[in-house]
């Protein structure tokens, strides 16, 4: 099965701290996604990469950065957090010319 | 992207099956329709796609229009682990980087 893995469930950061969501996934894909998921706004794509030490700006990148430094792993970091940035945030990857997403199971991000 | 539309929410009997309406008019030739759903407390999953023929796998099928400016995603037995949020999304595979884009979906009650 394919696993795409995200290092926490919950999180609660306090306004301000510097932020790291990590995402893993085990199938070698070269394309990994950042979203965050709000009520009444949907999924919208903050970046993605595809490929190592490459990332692209998705709709809504400001206040974000990314970083993959293993085709693995691609990471989320909020620099000085806010409280507009309490969201879900959902990983996902998949392999070029292949047509299914694997999204993992999401990151419940409150900042205070 | 191209946009598709969908009723925000829909309701049906368990054991029954369930049409999912998606609008997209301004589809391109190139685009490839999408399915995903989100569970409860997950993140979203893979359902089917297709380009111009019907398509069928385990989990659903899809009827696509002839002039392909809708399409409709079929349940064919509901069960109550159906219910989601059910998004119909254009993807251009052309492009690489296979970006989704999300729009609000369907929200799915199944009643016992």
């Known amino acids: 099965d394919v696993k795409v893995t995200q290092s926490s469930r919950y999180l609660v950061k306090r306004t301000g701290e510097k932020v790291f969501l990590e995402c893993v996934q085990d199938m070698d894909h070269e394309n990994m996604f950042w979203y965050r998921q709000d009520p009444g706004l949907g999924l919208r794509l903050i970046y993605f990469?595809?490929?190592?030490?490459?990332?692209e700006k998705g709709d809504i990148p400001e206040g974000y950065s990314v970083s993959r430094e293993k085709k693995e792993r691609f990471s989320l970091i909020l620099e000085s957090a806010s409280t507009n940035q309490t969201s879900m945030y959902l990983c996902?990857?998949?392999?070029?010319?292949?047509?299914?997403?694997?999204f993992g199971p999401g990151t419940r991000l409150t900042v205070t | 992207d191209a946009k598709t539309t969908q009723p925000n929410s829909m309701e049906s009997n368990e054991e029954e099956p369930v049409h999912l309406p998606c609008n997209h008019s301004?589809?391109?030739?190139?685009?490839?329709i999408h399915w995903y759903r989100q569970l409860p407390s997950q993140g979203p999953e893979y359902v089917i796609h297709g380009l111009t023929s019907n398509v069928n796998n385990r989990m659903a099928s899809l009827a696509i229009a002839e002039d392909r400016k809708s399409s409709t995603l079929i349940l064919h037995r509901a069960t109550l682990r159906d219910a989601a949020v059910y998004y119909c999304?254009?993807?251009?595979?052309?492009?690489?980087?296979?970006?989704?884009?999300f729009g609000q979906g369907t929200r799915l009650t199944i009643n016992p």
């Open positions: 999304i254009l993807r251009d595979d052309v492009q690489g980087a296979q970006k989704l884009v």
């Open positions: 990469s595809y490929d190592v030490k490459m990332k």
């Open positions: 301004t589809i391109s030739g190139t685009d490839y």
């Open positions: 996902a990857s998949i392999s070029t010319r292949a047509y299914e997403q694997y």
